[in-house]
């Protein structure tokens, strides 16, 4: 019998299965029929020759999801592909979860790092606007860390409108994308301003429908992400499948998949899909681990110290958790340049990746990815999300013999910068930023010129710059690791 034997590619060290957990696996034989443009209205007769019950309509893909009750299968299927008006017939392929063992949790976020991220999160932290759909066994609402980042998502294991995670899976990969920060707690996920869409396809085993899928993936698309997250993957083609991805880079979404844990030398589908990203998985050495499949077009970090279900961070290992690194870095993507194209951020992801074997570019770099994307952002305007006020007697601005000062005061919110613009001659540079209330939050000072940045500081509640200049212009960026509204005060003395 054919299987499309997606599987997500779990890798958790508390996530354990139930012994009393509901299977998600099916009962009897589902069939997925695709139909020709033509022979889509024609689908109640087709399968009216069959002992069938209708269990779904995917109509964006035109096909519908049939369930068996009497009859071979085999006779079925071939009695569906001789009918002109059927383009394809096939069994509704299985999805399950594999698991890569792992039992240290790591208590640092290694990945952070390595990937830059925290010089990405300079130029943006994300946009409550981008939502990244996670297409897995659900995400735990409880979550502590996940708390206020869910929009409304779906489940298509018990055709509902509840997609919590009866897994854990599903909760460890959403951490990784976008897990709250500055909250004193748990882990920061790459996009954490963002939010996250749950969108559940397999069920408390970890296995599920590939036809499930696919209807995620058009609803997810249909719902309003710009970034879909799938974290499992499986060695047969799938056409549904393949329609479902197809239809979602159509709407502008971009599709983030799993390479595959099986050490071979393919990705799995859906990560072999032309128009899906694949992922494979990195160690602290870039390299791939052994049990990454080779020939993904990107890498990233393959462990990562994320949310666990019911409360509490694990150490997650795999291509499932080397998959929502690179989809946090493209909700960034898309947070910092809303109009762009997957097909843009796609490249600005492959063009700066470090070259590593294995893989077709290399391990992804958050902050190179941005400047890529958008170059002129090294420089940008003051983020709508900074406000800059001048003190109530006037900017303090004073011209000396040799030294000018300027005091600017301002307010940070939703992650964004404020940055300020300066005219110097060559001489020194002293900057000092204070926040108001908030001394446990990192704030940072980025000195840039000609898109390079020329020096940079960073402390709790505080931060002073100091530096040789030259007789050129410099923006001076503020930025702090929060979500909160931030008053600062800024002081510069320049020549």
Known sequence: MLRSCVSALVACVLLLLSPAARSASPEGVRIVVGYTAQGFASAPEVEGQFDAALVAKIEPLRADVLRLNSGDPTL????LRADPRVRYAELDGIVHALRVPNDEYLATQWSIMKTRAEQAWDLSVGSPQVVVAVLDTGVDPEQADLRGKLV????YVNNDQDPSDDNGHGTAVAGIVAANSDNQIGVAGYCWACRLMPVKVLGADGTGFASGLAQGIIWATDHGARVLNLSLGGSVEDATLAGAAQYAWL??????????NEGGLAVDYPAAFPNVLSVGASDTNDRLYDFSNRGARVAAPGENSTTARGGGYVSFLGTSSATPVVSGI?????????QATPAQVEQALETTAVPIPGVATGRVDAYAALQALAPDLATPAPASGAELAQPSGGNASTAGAARRTKVVRGRLYRGQNANVVVTTHAGQLKASVTLRNARRVTVRLRLVTAGRIAASAHGKGGATLRTAVGARKYRLFVSADSLKRLAFVLTISYP
């Open 152 to 155: 409304a998502g779906y489940d």
């Open 251 to 260: 709407h502008g979404v971009l599709v983030v998949a799993a390479a595959g």
């Open 76 to 79: 079925a299927l071939a009695l």
């Open 330 to 338: 493209a909700a960034l993507a898309f947070s910092l340049v809303p």
